[in-house]
Nanobody
Framework: QVQLVESGGGLVQPGGSLRLSCAAS????????MGWYRQAPGKQRELVAT???????KYEESLKGRFTISRDNAKNTMYLQMNSLKPEDTAVYYC??????????WGQGTQVTVSS
């Protein structure tokens, strides 16, 4: 059974940093285009950043410069480094994997709360 397991979320003060991880199992990780999405209370899920199988990255425009997406194919893991966090970054962050033939998987999400 395919698994995408997010970790690294938690409570952080404004201006702080967090590093999220998404560990994938039972998928051809090297072939997957990976992404982070987030959903705040009462809002739709939105794109945070994506990284393709050949490591091209794309960010939601307002997050450029604060968030960095990366992947380690040897560890089947994707990361999201989040710096200078703001209260409006509070959301559940989801890992997404897109494989050939439009096969898509989601993780269960990890809560990020930015508050003093």
């Amino acid at each position: 059974q395919v698994q995408l397991v997010e970790s690294g979320g938690g409570l952080v003060q404004p201006g702080g940093s967090l590093r999220l991880s998404c560990a994938a199992s039972r998928i051809s990780f090297r072939l997957a285009d990976m992404g982070w999405y987030r959903q705040a209370p009462g809002k739709q899920r939105e794109l945070v950043a994506t990284i393709t199988s050949d490591e091209r990255t794309k960010y939601e425009e307002s997050l450029k410069g604060r968030f960095t997406i990366s992947r380690d194919n040897a560890k089947n893991t994707m990361y999201l480094q989040m710096n200078s966090l703001k209260p409006e970054d509070t959301a559940v962050y989801y890992c997404n994997a897109k494989l050939p033939f439009s096969i898509t998987y989601w993780g269960q999400g990890t809560q990020v709360t930015v508050s003093s």
